[in-house]
């Protein structure tokens, strides 16, 4: 309905902030769509990790913080590089390069992961760092540099509308693939579930059943609930990454067809 009326109205007004041509822009289009995936990824990446260090392994909010930090760093030490082989390669081999790290980061998450094992989550945030800011920059110069300058400000806010339009959209379906698959999972078991929280309402059966930390903490770690909880959690979490995965691809296979070399301004 919103986007109906937004429609509605961008066809009345004289200065409409959304440019449907620019769209025929070859690089604009190409690398504001990929772009705009990649930052779905990372929204989902930061709803997904933090859930399951903290809800999972019961690491502490600052513990969770700071293992984050593998996300961020690439972005704040490489960006300067990244610039250079950009002028010097143009976007394209960047881009692809960047999401074949994403793909290879998702399958670690979905693959390898354990409570016990450290090394996917280290790994998988430290490549998603490094494939964010390999896409980041290129991705924004090649798009915004096809663009003729007098409507330069319309594209970079067509591109950054379409960049959060992305990331919505990839949250919300990255939490309906953890949701599903997590109830799915314990659905044949929510008898023994409830049975075993009967001291709790429904609605904080609802919150613990996603939280098997709480649960341990209420009720031993020798609780029959606990492994089923675990397994449905790790479950959710994996092919919610198994979809980030596939992202990955469809970007890969969408920025092929980004030219060799993007104009400079």
């Excluded at 859930?51 to 513990?63: D, E, F, S």
């Excluded at 314990?186 to 609802?206: H, K, V």
């Excluded at 903490?217 to 994996?238: A, D, M, N, T, V």
Aim: one cysteine or more; a positive charge.
């Amino acid at each position: 309905m919103s986007i109906c009326v937004f429609v509605v109205l961008e066809k009345k007004t004289k200065v409409p902030l959304f440019r449907p041509d620019l769209f025929l822009q070859r690089s604009f289009l190409l690398s504001a769509i990929p772009n705009s995936w990649m930052v779905g990824f990372i929204w989902v990446v930061f709803f997904l990790i933090p859930l399951y260090l903290q809800n999972m392994v019961g690491y502490t909010p600052l513990k969770v913080g700071v293992l984050l930090l593998l996300v961020t760093l690439p972005v704040a030490f490489l960006s300067v590089p990244v610039t250079k082989l950009y002028r010097k390669w143009g976007a394209k081999p960047l881009v692809l390069f960047g999401f074949s790290i994403l793909a290879l980061s998702s399958l670690s998450q979905s693959l390898f992961i354990t409570r016990e094992a450290f090394w996917p989550i280290g790994l998988g945030c430290l490549g998603i760092g490094i494939g964010w800011v390999l896409i980041w920059g290129p991705s924004i110069s090649c798009s915004l540099s096809s663009i003729p300058h007098n409507v330069a400000g319309i594209a970079s806010g067509m591109f950054t509308t379409l960049q959060e339009l992305g990331a919505v959209i990839s949250l919300a379906i990255g939490g309906v693939f953890f949701q599903m698959t997590y109830h799915s999972l314990l659905a044949p078991q929510m008898n023994q579930i409830n049975a075993a929280l009967y001291n709790f309402s429904s609605d904080q059966i609802e919150s613990l059943i996603t939280n098997p930390v709480a649960v341990e903490h209420y009720l031993g770690e020798s609780s029959p609930i606990l492994p089923i909880l675990r397994e449905g959690f790790l479950g959710g979490y994996q092919n919610a990454f198994w979809f980030l995965f596939g992202m990955s691809l469809l970007a890969m296979l969408l920025s092929l067809f980004l030219p060799k070399k993007a104009p400079l301004g």
